[in-house]
């Protein structure tokens, strides 16, 4: 524990020594990027992330055959089109001369909805019943991605509006020339349910059992659902609590991860536009953090003594890793700007000392459950 601690305040003095040292007293406004169009950000490749569908798990390739995965950024998950449009038995046509997303009918299959794959053809998407070489420890890849919002998407013709679950626009995305879509928008553009597994790191789509959700303003939040399936078997349930624990520190570990690369990168980097990306991704894995903090696994009760410790220790892990965030955040945008952060460097290495303490207490407690 104090050689992690060392460790810790080493690489903060460190990180303090190359930005500079001299003092200032103006600071610069936290920027967001949930607005973010047409501009270039960082998004994650989920290599451990799984995608089901009518009882299938779907493996998905590109043009050339190799295997591509879900893309991640600010809580949206991206497919590519192609990889989308065989899963879904849609056609999906990339226009770039127009800068038009065609989802249905499309200018080269005006006449049917239903995917037209030339004969012989190799599938971008292949369903099979399980997946016998998923690495449980996969790492998250970081990726340049670039959102579009002067790219429009037209279904059977018309404009669709893209919408995530919270009825806010999002935008189709070009990594390496490439076209991806929101999974999400896609799903409720055709009337799929869509929900994340977070226990076993899946993207669940299914046919919308009821048209009367919205109506009734009662449908389930992804993470509600997990709290439902948790509950549903009473005799698995501890079992199903220590998998969640697991998948909750391990979560926020990798959170905790990606904002300090991206803050190291920030460091050695010299392009104005790279060092404001690096800000944003740090932005994001401070807005993921805090919705963490009232996720499902929080809400689980009838919890037996050893139980509710490892989740008030999760609990405080989350909420001391969301201040040590912010603390980045706010180090990132001046050092981005080339202001001074000295003020800030104490405070940086008290916070990064506690969150490595609470990380350490769940840990413990985690290892202990049985």
């Not at 524990?1 to 001299?22: E, N, P």
């Amino acid at each position: 524990m104090k050689i992690k601690a060392i460790s810790v305040i080493a690489a903060a003095i460190l990180l303090a020594g190359q930005f500079g040292t001299c003092f200032a007293m103006e600071t610069v406004p936290l920027k967001t990027v949930s607005d973010a169009k047409n501009k270039n950000v960082f998004a994650y490749l989920r290599s451990d992330v799984k995608v089901r569908m009518d009882d299938k798990l779907y493996i998905f390739y590109d043009a050339n055959g190799n295997r591509v995965y879900p893309l991640f950024y600010g809580g949206t998950a991206y497919l590519p089109i192609r990889g989308m449009a065989s899963m879904l038995d849609k056609n999906i046509d990339w226009e770039q001369a127009n800068r038009t997303i065609y989802i249905g009918r499309t200018l080269k299959n005006p006449d049917t909805e239903k995917k037209n794959e030339p004969a012989g053809a190799a599938p971008y998407a292949v369903g099979v019943s399980a997946l016998r070489n998923m690495q449980a420890n996969s790492q998250m890849l970081q990726v340049g991605m670039q959102i579009r919002s002067d790219v429009r998407v037209l279904y059977n013709f018309e404009k669709a509006d893209m919408l995530d679950s919270g009825e806010k626009q999002v935008y189709p995305a070009i990594v390496n020339s490439s076209a991806y879509l929101p999974i999400r928008a896609v799903s409720k553009l055709l009337n799929k349910q869509i929900e994340w597994d977070q226990i076993e790191n899946t993207i669940i789509i299914r046919e919308n059992e009821s048209t009367d959700d919205t109506a009734n303003g009662a449908k389930k939040d992804s993470k509600e659902q997990e709290l439902a399936n948790l509950k549903a078997e009473q005799e698995k349930y501890d079992a199903l609590f220590k998998k969640a624990a697991h998948a909750e520190i391990k979560s926020l570990d990798e959170l905790n991860k990606q904002a300090t690369a991206n803050l190291i990168a920030l460091r050695k980097e010299d392009n104005s536009e790279k060092k404001l990306m690096y800000a944003e991704a740090i932005t994001q894995a401070c807005k993921a953090i805090e919705e963490k903090k009232s996720s499902a696994f929080y809400k689980l009760d009838k919890l037996s003594e050893q139980q509710e410790a490892v989740q008030s220790a999760l609990n405080e892990y989350a909420q001391m890793l969301w201040h040590y965030t912010l603390i980045m955040e706010n180090i990132s945008y001046m050092a981005a700007a080339n202001q001074d952060f000295s003020m800030l460097s104490e405070t940086f290495v008290n916070f990064a000392v506690l969150t490595q303490q609470k990380q350490q207490i769940a840990t413990n407690l985690l290892e202990e459950l049985k």
